[in-house]
């Protein structure tokens, strides 16, 4: 799941900024932050990011790739031991 949400950061990231990683541990958890400087995410589509097969730019011309389906993927495995995604 980290892979795929510091390849997305890389991705959306304007070029020549940094991705960052941190962990910070607090005592009833570990909450891991994957941040970029980049577009952001539309409001539109923030409901509906971690939808299988949802991307903010669906259209034949998008200049991004991918298939929608890491954000879904990698909620779905920290779901599954116990944790949770926010935006």
Known sequence: MLT????????????GTTVRLTAEVL????RISVSNVGPGIPEE?????????SQADSSDTRQKGGTGLGL??????????????RL
């Open 45 to 53: 589509f923030r409901s509906r990011i971690f939808h299988p097969f």
């Open 4 to 15: 795929n949400l510091l390849s997305n950061a890389c991705k959306f990231a304007h070029e």
């Open 72 to 85: 879904n993927i990698s909620r779905q495995l920290t779901e599954a031991m116990g944790g949770h995604h």
């Open 27 to 30: 005592p009833s958890h570990v």
